[in-house]
């Protein structure tokens, strides 16, 4: 009997950074083409984490599923707020993804596509960590 072939869910490349500034908090994620590395860092925490997450085939799924309903892939290149006197530097993020056929290279500074609130819950759930999210609710 053949096993039914599942699609390859595997990205090419996964990089997600997102940095505040004025907490010292640092999250980053990174696939190394066997497992993603998430590090975790924050001023008020003397230690930084380093953990190894191999996402099951429905959590790939699942995070894909997310990926495409909230159009990471029509994302652009930069979104910034720059800072001068009437605000406070506040946080720093950067994402590149190649899956399959599709491609974003995007980054930030004290601004947002609309769905990325969005992407950082897929991120959490794909992961199983939380990200200190400077504009949480």
């Given at each position: 009997m053949e096993k039914t072939q599942l699609?390859?869910?595997i990205p090419d490349k996964l990089f997600f950074r997102y940095q505040i500034f004025n907490t010292g908090y640092l999250f980053s994620l990174n696939w190394d083409g066997n497992v993603l590395v998430a590090e975790q860092f924050s001023k008020n925490s003397s230690e930084e984490e380093q953990i190894k997450i191999v996402p099951d085939q429905d959590g790939w799924a699942d995070f894909w599923d997310e990926i495409f309903s909230i159009d990471v892939w029509g994302w652009h290149e930069l979104y910034e707020i720059k800072c001068t006197e009437s605000c406070v530097e506040g946080d720093e993020w950067e994402l590149y993804i190649r899956f399959d056929e599709e491609q974003i290279e995007s980054h930030g500074s004290?601004?947002?596509?609309?769905?990325?609130?969005?992407?950082?819950?897929?991120?959490?759930?794909?992961?199983?960590?939380?990200?200190?999210?400077?504009?949480?609710?």
């Open positions: 699609p390859n869910l004290n601004s947002y596509p609309s769905t990325f609130r969005d992407f950082v819950k897929a991120v959490e759930e794909l992961t199983g960590l939380l990200i200190n999210f400077i504009h949480e609710d």
